[in-house]
């Protein structure tokens, strides 16, 4: 990648953004479930250029110690940028700006989480951005929420999050890095799709009470396209999961079977 | 009153399951008059209850789980156990000990000892706390140790034992399963042993597939034999007991498959299989009462 140059305009004459989309498109968003053996549930997201690696471990005994909380689980998220994830080298030790975005996601993600069924454990959540071309945040969001579904974590929600903002005085959604950088501000906001509260909204630059009103508009229709997005990469790595090789024909024995997949955990085997 | 999804339908956090009066129950949750579901899984409804059944997750105790545990620790009266998941268990002596006992536990069990033990209570605030008082809970000796999801463990032990006690009775291994998705299994033979792990890792992956307990025996049986047919050749000692029957018509269903993958010798070898079959029923039938004599030994 060659040293950055600040781009003419934000918004072309015809109204499209420097990548072409029209101001209230999407990158186009690729979402796969179960991309790690190791982890208890894995996703990653590709979002334009954006790619980003969420795992979840837990829930699991939690070190050290002191951090423990006794009437639900601790939500533990770490997001880490990969050195080669920007073009200029990122220094590997953590930095204030992780630690922040590492809070703002477990906040942004509590919420839709049944914490309190495990008292005392810990949801270790890891991002991990391989490439990262603006809307990082958010994009982690959306994989990370995946990955805790596939963990077998009960939650209320999946959890959808997009970043709204203003270019060239266009209100803008999804921003690139470019827009993000030499944009007039960005809102990154998360919501519960079921319910639209909001569980992360932070400002950078300068709106008017209307342009934030119609920006929030923007982002949570956009939100609402994402979560059919997550529900659908999620089904479709279960359904694969989930092979019936043909012998799906028989339907009386299906019911059969289903009863012994349900009823009989208590049932032990003797000896 | 309505339901909003078919029988067995993969589910995810959130969808909207029922409306109206249902009843929520495992994997789901209320909110103002509706059923939600809270995991990924397969969505079930019984009478007027919606349940979810998971997929994945870690192991949660339960009150009457079996569970088997691994000693890490030896604290005055008590053992500390792994038995996997997001809880340490304890068990204290008075739970696994016949009084009197000895000051310093560690004599009976100590660290690294995996044992079978049944969760005698667990809730928010205290436990689990463990017992070994029960039929078939002691210390494991010898054999290993394999670990699978705990969500499929249902699956693995099967209607009413159905699975479980069939691979024991095909293959004669000493095995025994815990809630915690982990399953302790013994056997003379190593070939056995990688037979068992097999078994039980190919119905983890196809744990929602249907017939799965017939195809794990078709599969059981075929390879039995072959292990069998490699086996008469040098000695003739480990039999499984099986009826000539099933002897048979696994014969049938597996030259099929012998003749694509392995050399003309083995069918020669099957028909010899046969006749040494027959004359080991008997041996087999007399091993079996040695196993009953030591399973009286164990309890």
């Not at chain 1, 829930?59 to 951090?67: D, G, I, K, N, V």
């Not at chain 1, 951005?129 to 009960?154: E, F, H, K, M, Y």
């Amino acid at each position: 990648m060659s040293p950055e140059i600040k781009p003419d305009f934000l918004i072309s004459p015809e109204g499209l953004r420097v990548d072409g989309r029209r101001p209230d498109e999407l990158r186009p968003i690729e979402l796969k479930v179960g991309v790690l053996k190791q982890a208890d549930g894995s996703a990653s997201i590709r979002q334009g250029k954006t790619y980003i690696i969420a795992a979840v471990y837990g829930p699991r005994e939690l070190h050290p110690r002191h951090l423990t909380l006794n009437d639900r689980a601790y939500l533990r998220v770490t997001y880490r940028m990969a050195t080669f994830s920007v073009p200029d080298r990122k220094k590997p030790a953590p930095s204030r700006r992780e630690k922040e975005i590492s809070m703002v996601i477990a906040n942004a993600l509590g919420p839709a989480l049944f914490l309190e069924e495990f008292p005392k454990a810990v949801i270790d959540v890891f991002v991990q951005v391989i490439q990262a071309d603006g809307g990082t945040r958010c994009a982690a969001i959306n994989a990370a929420s995946l990955a805790l579904a596939d963990a077998g974590i009960p939650m209320r929600t999946l959890v959808p999050a997009v970043a709204v903002g203003k270019a060239d005085g266009t209100l803008i959604v999804d921003l690139g890095d470019a827009e993000d950088k030499y944009g007039e501000g960005d809102i990154p906001m998360a919501i519960l799709p079921q319910t639209e509260e909001l569980t992360l909204l932070q400002q950078d630059g300068f709106f008017t009470k209307e342009e934030l009103l119609e920006c929030m508009q923007m982002g949570i229709s956009s939100c609402k396209y994402i979560h059919e997005l997550q529900k659908d990469a999620l089904k479709r790595a279960y359904v694969r999961k989930a092979p019936e090789d043909g012998d799906d024909d028989d339907d009386d024995d299906f019911d059969d079977e289903l009863e012994m997949d349900l009823g009989e955990s208590e049932l032990m085997e003797d000896e | 009153m309505a339901v909003y999804f078919q029988k067995r339908e993969v589910v995810v956090p959130g969808q909207l399951l029922a409306e109206g009066r249902y009843r929520a129950s495992y994997g789901t949750y209320y909110e103002s008059d509706k059923v939600y579901s809270s995991l990924v899984g397969l969505a079930e409804l019984r009478g007027n209850t919606v349940k979810v059944v998971a997929l994945e997750g870690a192991y949660i105790p339960k009150e009457g789980d079996l569970v088997i545990g691994i000693i890490t620790m030896v604290a005055g009266n008590n053992w500390k156990l792994d038995i996997g998941g997001p809880y340490g268990a304890s068990l204290h002596a008075n739970n696994a000990l016949r009084r009197p006992y000895a000051d310093d536990i560690s004599e009976y069990m100590d660290i690294g000892d995996v044992i079978s033990a049944e969760v005698q209570a667990f809730d928010r605030v205290s436990g689990p706390f463990l017992t070994m008082k029960g039929r078939g809970l002691q210390v494991l000796e010898g054999g290993m140790i394999l670990e699978v999801s705990p969500a499929k463990i249902p699956r693995i032990i099967g209607r009413r034992g159905s699975m479980i006690n069939m691979i024991n009775d095909l293959l004669r291994i000493d095995s025994m399963v815990g809630q915690n998705g982990r399953i302790w299994i013994k056997a003379d033979d190593v070939e056995i042993v990688r037979l068992a792990i097999k078994a039980f890792k190919t119905i983890e992956e196809q744990a929602h597939t249907s017939n799965l307990t017939d195809r794990i025996n078709t599969m059981l049986t075929e390879e039995m034999n072959k292990i069998r047919g490699s086996k008469t050749t040098q000695s003739s000692d480990t039999k499984p007991k099986s009826t000539v029957e099933d002897e048979a018509v696994a014969e049938g269903a597996s030259s099929s498959e012998t003749e694509d993958n392995t050399s003309d010798a083995e069918e020669d070898e099957s028909e010899l299989d046969i006749e040494v079959e027959i004359e080991n029923i008997e041996d087999a039938s007399d091993a079996e009462e040695d196993q009953d004599k030591t399973e009286e030994v164990n309890e």
